[in-house]
Nanobody, 124 residues
Framework: QVQLQESGPGLVKPSQTLSLTCTVS??????????WSWIRQPPGKGLEWMGT???????YYSPSLRSRISISRDTSKHQFTLQLSSVTPEDTAVYYC????????????????RGQGTQVTVSS
């Protein structure tokens, strides 16, 4: 059974860097056909694809976040991480990690697996 679990602080101050970790169990963290993504949903808004890391550590980022986002992977820990710098209150959202068959998936139902999500609030 594949499980994903997001972890990280629930409250981040403006201008700081948001760091979240996704721990994957029951599935490979390096499979050729898999893509590991971060997505978020701000309150009252739709789902936003943020970025993906694929085979060989190739990364794909949303153009709107490219200057602030970094996704990496630690294969020894079966984890992949999100870092989002210079956060503002507009980055307040529920953040999800997910596994899919390609990058840039913007519909939750198109992911093969996803975590339960973690609320992150940006506030001083």
């Amino acid at each position: 059974q594949v499980q994903l679990q997001e972890s990280g602080p629930g409250l981040v101050k403006p201008s700081q860097t948001l760091s979240l970790t996704c721990t994957v169990s029951g599935d490979s963290i390096t499979a050729y056909s898999r893509y590991w993504s971060w997505i978020r949903q701000p309150p009252g808004k739709g789902l936003e694809w943020m970025g993906t890391i694929g085979y060989g550590d190739n990364t794909y980022y949303s153009p709107s976040l490219r200057s602030r986002i970094s996704i990496s992977r630690d294969t020894s820990k079966h984890q992949f991480t999100l870092q989002l710098s210079s956060v503002t209150p507009e980055d307040t959202a529920v953040y999800y990690c997910a596994i899919g068959a390609r990058a840039r998936i913007t519909t939750m139902n198109d992911y093969d697996y996803r975590g339960q999500g973690t609320q992150v609030t940006v506030s001083s």
